[in-house]
């Protein structure tokens, strides 16, 4: 089992820049691929970001592309969602996510997720 507590959301303007973070609880962290999705209202939850166990390899959905970095520290069970010149669309309540199965090419399916956070609240405003 793992358990996820995200933190770091709030209420910005356009352009700032937050950093998201994620404690994990458990002593295999780094045997996990860990992942970022989002839901905005009325809207499915939808894929971020992912990074690989060692954080060698990530993968990003192409609209946060050159704003947003996914990175991992194992020695501290935390992964991380550096978000930058934000902008309203990214309003959503973001998810952490791990997910147990090896690295293939960065999978962005919420089923491939075993274990979520309760979420963290980001709203940008123009």
């Known amino acids: 089992q793992v358990q996820l507590v995200e933190s770091g959301g709030g209420l910005v303007q356009a352009g700032a820049s937050l950093r998201l973070s994620c404690a994990a609880s458990?002593?295999?962290?780094?045997?996990?691929?860990m992942g970022w999705f989002r839901q905005a209202p009325g809207k499915e939850r939808a894929f971020v970001a992912t990074i690989s166990g060692r954080g060698l390899r990530n993968n990003y959905v192409d609209s946060v592309k050159g704003r947003f970095t996914i990175s991992r520290d194992n020695a501290k069970n935390t992964v991380y969602l550096q978000m930058n010149n934000l902008k309203p669309e990214d309003t959503a309540v973001y998810y952490c996510?791990?997910?147990?199965?090896?690295?293939?090419?960065?999978?962005?399916?919420?089923?491939?997720?075993?274990?979520w956070g309760q979420g963290t609240q980001v709203s940008v405003f123009s």
């Open positions: 996510a791990a997910s147990a199965r090896e690295w293939v090419g960065g999978t962005s399916r919420r089923d491939d997720f075993d274990y």
């Open positions: 458990g002593r295999t962290f780094n045997n996990y691929v």
